[in-house]
Structure formats: C-alpha cells, structure tokens
C-alpha cells in the first residue's frame, strides 16, 4: 500500500526534528557537565597527581606532532602566498600575509583538530573502557567521585595543553614561513620579521587566536569526556563513543571558529 503523501512530505520534516532535538540534548547534557566540571573546579575538588600525569600524557606526548604541523603549516602558508608576493614585488609584506593567517586562524585550528584526533579520541577510549569494564562503578562504591578524580584533571589538561601547544605551534609555523620563504622566494628571515613586526600585526592578533585555542579546548574537553563516561554496549561502544567525539569535536571547533570570529572581529 502505497504511503499517503501528506506522511512522505512531512518525513523529511520529522527527521530535521528528531536531529535537532538529539543535538539539543547533546548540547544541554555537555553544559550540565561543565557546570559540574566547574563546580568542582572552583572548590578546588580534583586530584592534583592526575593532573599532572594528564599535562604529560596529552601535553608533552604531543610536541612530535605539533612540532611537524606548525612548520609545515608556516611553509604551506608561504607558498600560498608565493604567486601573490612575485606577482606585486610584495616582499616586505610576506611576514605580515604569513603571521595574519597563522596567528588569528590557521594556527589555532590546525592544532586544535591534531589535539582532537590525538587527545580527545584517546580521553575517550579511556574513559569509556573504565566504564565498560565497570572501573567507574568501584570509584563510586569507594565514594570516588568520578567527576573529581578523572573528569575535572583531563578537562584542565586538554584546555591547558591546547593553549600552550598554539602558542608553541605559532612560533614554529612563523620559524617555518620564515625560512620556507627564503627558500622559495630569497627572502631574507629579517626581511620577513620586519613585515611581521612592522604594526601591521599587534597582541590583539595574538590574543584572537589564543582565545580561540581556549574555546576549541572547551569543546574538545567536554566532548571527550561526555561521550566517555556514557560509552554503553561494550568494545563496539567504545568504538562508536571515539568516533562521535572526533565527529562533534571537530564540527564544534568550526562552528564556534566562525562565532568567535565574527563576535570580536
């Protein structure tokens, strides 16, 4: 029998519904647990030794990979703007067309999404293995809390690794550009500086993008940490929990790039 067509045009309509709705609960449940992070945070109820072991899993364990993007996020944005620079006789300008795009946008991104790929999907397949091998249910029956003890120290960590890996990945990326663009176009790395210090670019470009690094390792933290402590259905949970943290961590990221962007400019 064939489906009446009032039911096949109002489908499409029922299923943009239950989307939006599943992304409002994703959304309200990510903010009760923030408050519950910072709650916590505030009376200063967190283990201080877990802290410091998640600074270096997640912070010192992931210069390799920031160390490879940031240079060769600075060579890539060089060559982007090699045409441009031979085309005018620009060369003065090449620090200040290379550190503008690095330092507001490109530098913070890309070390937010390499942060996301390395650390959120590890923070998560942790988490969701200590729930699936009920680890969490024995810190309660020994009145641990979870929140405390495993959430607050990773929440801090991932935040404060962003900030500095952005700050070490853009001085990398403007080391990079600065002797890509010697290579590629003969400019001289004092030449570039001089761009790059020339006014053109202040603290205020500076602060844009490590502000940004502060919002994305928000949604980074709290999409980790959400889809972890509620990973059900066993290893293929885990699995599934991994794979919407990196899904909405780095859809977050971008969306909230082109908030922060348009708010403060």
Known sequence: MNAPASFILTRPLAGLGA??????????????LLARILARMALGRFDFSELLKNLYKMGVKSLPIVVVTALFTGGIMVIQAAPIVERYGAQGLLGWGAGFGT?????????????SGRVGANNTAELGTMVVTEQIDALRALAIDPVSFLLVPRFIGIVTTLFLSTVFADALALLGAAYAGFGILGVEPA?????????LLGLGDVLHGLFKSVVFGIVIALASCQF????????????????ATVV????GIFVLDYIVSFAIG
């Open 19 to 32: 989307w939006f709705l599943t992304l409002a609960q994703l959304v309200g449940a990510m903010g009760v």
């Open 103 to 115: 330092l507001r946008e490109i530098g913070p991104l890309l070390t937010a999404l390499m942060i």
């Open 191 to 199: 030449v570039f500086y001089n761009g790059l210090t020339s006014g």
């Open 228 to 243: 972890g402590i509620n990973t059900t259905g066993g290893a293929p949970g885990v699995g599934r929990s991994v794979n």
């Open 248 to 251: 909405v961590s780095a859809a």
